[in-house]
Every structure is written in structure tokens, then in C-alpha cells.
């Protein structure tokens, strides 16, 4: 086969498989999973009901959710040996780690069905569970059952909080599980998808994409958004914290993004429940809000001309803040989101699998060199 001999440094503008699953509109500022798009799929859908959508290709009836429903909360719960599991991780490794250790351990003994759709939802359903009870035990405290009837966004806040959630936590999470669970073939994505072309299991492919979201330049930048906010402290430092940033050429985080050049269709929906929830929590919440405003303004005067806005990091920490979920678990709750997007980008690819095996452009030594005997090396 004949191919052009070029590199595309990080496959930038190179199309590496077919996905009927996301659009990203860059244009307009506008995603769609499946045609749908994903601010009404979160106003009005659930992240169970996106779930089916993104594994199945379609919505689905009504007894259709329910069945599948079912299925994702019967492996919510965590059998003893899971969650002897999850603790012995936790205790060792920080959050992601933890997720992919509890994969790890799946995927060393996956359960004997054939159907990858099997796996994928059993997969699906245990993330929240599993996260919850690794905030748990890394905070000190005893791990608690998963409650599935909260659904998975409930549930996840009822166990990092210890409490029955309030209503607008649940909806909150679940709006944000909603608009992480898909976006195309990001660096996690793909790697997942290298991992599946070789036909290794759906719980290793998961492994590759939580290790590579893991990694600063993917996930992550929630949490940097979140100190940054914390260290302008006060709405009224924020202009002179931007100059100051600016000048020593550090990046406001949870501004510009490789795709978006205009503003993020999720990060417009976060906003909005961002205000909501300094209005409902107060307090400290309603202070981190009001500083991102007005740094908001003050860097898309600084910066919009350069296509830098808002992304979706820069909104959430408030959010999750309001929900009760700790910094240090901003990427894994992102991560148990995409969870649903990596098994469904695998379970698509291998409806036509192909070994994922690119060339390298060599750049070594010319062939021929003469091995000196290491006593006659000068
Ligand atoms: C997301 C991100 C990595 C995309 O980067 P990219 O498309 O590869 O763009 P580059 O890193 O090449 O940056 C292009 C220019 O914009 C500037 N820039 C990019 N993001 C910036 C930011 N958040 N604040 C200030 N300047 C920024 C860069 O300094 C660079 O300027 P230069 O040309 O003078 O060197 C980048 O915008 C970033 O680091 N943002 C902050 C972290 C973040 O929010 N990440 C979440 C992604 S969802």
C-alpha cells in the first residue's frame, strides 16, 4: 500500500476510524450524539437513557429503558470480592488509578458471557459505585452499599456524601454525566480503541482510556480551574490576578480547547447550572462563582481574538463543588461519565474490527553499522 511519507505530529487533522456515535459542530458550537444534541439530551434525558443511546444507536422505548435499567442497576452493586477490591486500590493508588486497578481486576477474570454488550453495561453501571467508595475509603471512612434505585447519578453523590441526596445534586450530576459521556476520538478514546483492535477485552480498553485521561493535557484541567478560583480568592482581585497571569505567560485554565474555537456548547450549559447552583448552595460556592464571571469577561476581552473561550472545566468545579464532590475527584467523576463512551466507540469498532498498526517515519542511523565488540568502543 502506497502511503505518503509524512508525519501528522499527534494525528492533528487525521481521521482514524468511522463513528456514527458524536458531531462536533465546531462552527456553530454545537454537539450531537447520535443527531440529538446533547444540551436537550441533558435537559430532558437521563444518563442511564444517554447510555442506551450511545450503545444501541437509537433512544429507546419505553420497555426497553426499563429493561436496560434494570440490567445497569443489578451490577450496580458490588459483590464482597469487588469491593475488598476497590478498598485494597484505594488505599494504594489516587482515584483514577483506583478506577482502572478495580478494571484490572475485571478484566483478569471477565465474566464468562460472549456478548461485549454484556460487558459494556456491566461496566457502565459499576463506575459510580466503585468511585464513590473509593472517595470513601480515601477519605477514612467505612465503604458503603451502593443504593441503585438513586440511579447512577444519585447514587454516585449519595455515597461521596453519606447522605440521600437532595434533588438538585442528582440532576446536577446527572446533567454532567450527560455531557462528558461522548466526544469523539480524544486522546483516551482512541487509545481504548487501539487497545480493542486487538481484540484484548473491553475492561483493558477501559484501563487505556482512564490512564490516558488521567494525564494533565486531558483530564484534569477541572481541577486547575478549581485552584485557580481559589487563588484569586475574591471577585474584585480577578483583573489584577489575570494581568499578572497573563504577563508571566501562564494559561487560564479552563479556557481555549483543540476543537472549540468559539464558545463550548457544554461549558454554556454548565454555566447556567453553575448560577443555579450559587444561587441553591451560597456560601463558598456562590463566591467561586462569582469570581469565574468576572474572570470570564475579563479573559474573553484578553483572549476571544486568539478563539480562546470558556470550556467545559471552567464551569464545572463550581458545580461539583455545589454537589459535594471533593477537587481531587473532579477528573474521576469525568471519567466515570466517559466510561459509556470508550465501551461504545469499542463496541462499534469491532462490528468491523481492524488491528490498529500505524508506520513510523525512521530517522535512525543508516542500516549496515558494524557492532564493536563493547572492549573496543573508544
Ligand atoms: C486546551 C488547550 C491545551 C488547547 O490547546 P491547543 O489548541 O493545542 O493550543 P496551543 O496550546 O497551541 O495554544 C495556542 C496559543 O493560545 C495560547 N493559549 C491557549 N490556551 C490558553 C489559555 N487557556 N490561556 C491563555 N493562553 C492560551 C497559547 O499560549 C498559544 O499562544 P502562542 O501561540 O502565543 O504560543 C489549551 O487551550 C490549554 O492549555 N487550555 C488550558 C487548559 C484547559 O482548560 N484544558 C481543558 C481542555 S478541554
Redesign the pocket.
Known amino acids: 500500500m502506497e502511503t505518503a511519507q509524512r508525519v501528522y505530529k499527534g494525528l492533528e487533522g487525521v481521521y482514524v476510524l468511522e463513528s456514527s456515535l458524536c458531531l462536533i459542530d465546531t462552527e456553530h458550537g454545537k454537539l450531537y450524539y447520535l443527531g440529538y444534541d446533547v444540551e436537550e439530551l441533558a435537559e430532558k434525558s437521563s444518563y442511564e437513557e444517554v447510555s442506551y443511546l450511545l450503545l444501541h444507536g437509537r433512544l429507546p422505548k419505553r420497555p426497553e429503558l426499563e429493561e436496560f435499567v434494570g440490567k445497569l442497576r443489578s451490577e450496580m452493586r458490588l459483590t464482597p470480592e469487588e469491593m475488598r477490591d476497590v478498598q485494597y486500590a484505594a488505599k494504594r493508588t489516587g482515584p483514577m488509578d483506583a478506577l482502572a486497578a478495580f478494571y484490572l481486576f475485571a478484566s483478569k477474570d471477565p465474566p464468562q458471557t460472549k456478548d461485549p454488550m454484556e460487558h459494556a453495561i456491566r461496566a457502565v453501571a459499576k463506575a459510580g459505585s466503585v468511585l464513590g467508595n473509593v472517595v470513601r475509603v480515601q477519605r477514612g471512612e467505612e465503604p458503603m452499599e451502593p443504593q441503585p434505585e438513586l440511579g447512577i447519578a444519585g447514587n454516585l453523590v449519595y455515597l461521596v456524601t453519606s447522605k440521600k441526596p437532595e434533588q438538585y445534586q442528582t440532576e446536577f450530576l446527572d446533567d454532567i454525566l450527560i455531557l462528558h459521556a461522548e466526544h469523539g476520538v480524544p486522546a483516551s478514546t482512541f487509545g481504548a480503541v487501539v487497545t480493542a483492535s486487538t481484540l484484548s477485552d473491553i475492561y483493558s480498553s477501559i484501563v487505556t482510556g482512564l490512564m490516558t485521561l488521567k494525564g494533565p ?1 486531558h483530564g484534569g ?1 477541572a481541577e486547575a480551574a478549581y485552584y485557580q478560583f481559589v487563588e484569586i480568592g475574591d471577585p474584585n482581585r480577578v483583573e489584577s490576578w489575570l494581568e499578572r497571569a497573563l504577563a508571566e505567560k501562564r ?8 476543537v472549540y474555537k468559539i464558545y463550548d456548547p457544554r461549558a454554556r450549559y454548565v454555566k447556567a447550572m453553575a448560577a443555579r447552583a450559587a444561587e441553591l448552595a451560597g456560601g463558598r460556592v456562590k463566591t467561586l462563582y462569582e469570581i469565574a464571571v468576572r474572570l470570564e469577561q475579563a479573559a474573553i476581552e484578553r ?1 476571544s481574538a ?1 478563539g ?1 473561550y470558556p ?1 467545559v ?1 471552567f464551569w464545572t468545579p463550581i458545580v461539583y463543588t455545589a454537589i459535594g464532590i471533593p477537587p481531587g475527584y473532579f477528573t474521576a467523576v469525568f471519567a466515570v461519565s466517559r466510561v459509556v463512551g470508550w465501551v461504545a466507540h469499542v463496541v462499534e469498532y469491532w462490528k468491523d474490527n481492524r488491528l490498529i498498526r500505524p508506520l513510523h517515519l525512521y530517522t535512525g542511523p543508516e542500516s549496515g553499522q558494524r557492532y564493536v565488540p563493547i572492549e573496543e568502543r573508544g
Do not use: E, S, Y
Request: charged content about 25%; cysteine-free.
Open positions: 493535557l484541567a494559561r487560564v485554565m479552563g479556557f481555549g480547547h483543540r483572549l486568539r480562546l470550556n472545566d
